[in-house]
């Protein structure tokens, strides 16, 4: 896949490259071998990360037992082309990481969609890892005891039904209960350079949507954790490490996967529009190489399609839709980058259905789309013109709010 191409360089960040590789350090009675740094393909490009910025955040971890929220992503890039896990970096700073929480996927990301991940202990540092994505989606006052901050560093997608927003959410909730600030690492939103969708209806909201925003809502994640804690009105010390050369027209190409099905820039270009089919029962692409780069069903027209792939386990898909079986689709890996969320694939699929009763799993669906109208205009044979005019009104209202808690151009 693409990589990032260059990054800058700061005085403080050449002493924690010095620092985190190799060293051992000391963690609950325990001597850790910090993980060795990776190599990404590419130098990365000029914008900055908030993770990179450890001049801006260190200070205020320092005598501090903190609980880190973090991911695969949650790195600090190198002006070599490496990177370092936050975590293992600032063990090597002798901050006092107390335990990580992890989102879905889980901390080293090897969980499939929708799995419930386990607390367990890092056998790579000692440090406890507590599950956000298990029984409890959200931080426990017990699990926040004797805890003085919370750092929040996550890589999002910049869609909706994409988790991390919620549980970044639920954790400022979770903070403001237990008087505990909370600092955003901030990093750039790979579909930040448009506003597009069905805008979530409140009595739909659940895990894939907490709050009344349109599908693609063009913020970054630092951003986003400003408008909730306004909109929302969570009372939580909020700080945010701020991105560097970057605007929301940026081009921004992930080093590392955000989770196991988007593995490339084109997958996630496409989620927000491929992701609909979450929602129903057509594959797609996981159980195969082109996650969210296709889509097929055994129960499409055959004769409507000339391509097809049969779905497989693999990494991230243990039990892939129609695993085994020969679905009919299309595949759009070649789909130049998209300014817009498209339905014509949506509609299409359906319309290409043999039984219709198959197509649709309601319930997911609404959640997924954050309306139950979606679906009714589909079944009804609207247009993608005519359903993309009834979300002009809440998109035009979402854009004055959004704009009051933008921190780039």
Known sequence: MPFLSSIKN???????????????VKTKNTTVEIVKEETISKPADSILVGASKTKSYLPLLKGKKTAIVANPTSVIFKPNGTYTHLVDSLLSLEVDIQKVFAPEHGFRGEADAGEAVHDEVDTKTGIPLISLHGKSKKPSDAQLQNIDMVLFDIQDVGVRFYTYIATLQLVME???????????????????????????????????GMTTI???????????AKMIQVEEKI?????VITLEHYTHSSFYSLPIRPSPNLPN???????????????????????TEAQFQQYGAPFFEKEAYDYSYTPQPNFGAKYPKHDGELCYGK????????????LQWLIDAYEHTTDKKLFFNSASFTKHAGTAVLQKQIEAG????????????????????????????
């Open 214 to 224: 349109p599908l693609v809502y063009g913020m970054t994640i630092g951003e986003y």
């Open 382 to 409: 609207l247009t993608e013109k005519e359903i993309r005019a009834s979300w002009a009104a809440a998109i035009a209202r979402f854009k004055k709010i959004r704009v009051k808690y933008l921190l780039y151009d």
């Open 331 to 342: 595949e759009l890996s070649k789909t130049p980058k998209m300014k817009s969320v498209r």
């Open 174 to 208: 979770a903070c403001a209960k237990n008087n505990i600030p909370i600092i955003v690492l901030d990093r750039p939103n790979p579909n930040g350079h448009y506003i597009d969708g069905p805008t979530m209806e409140k009595e739909h909201t659940s895990f894939l």
């Open 265 to 287: 820039d084109t997958s996630i270009n496409l989620y927000p529009s491929l992701g609909f089919f979450e929602g129903t029962n057509v594959n797609a692409g996981r159980g």
């Open 235 to 239: 009372k939580v010390d909020l700080t």
């Open 10 to 24: 700061t005085v403080l960040l050449s002493v924690l490259i010095l620092a985190a590789c190799g060293n051992q």
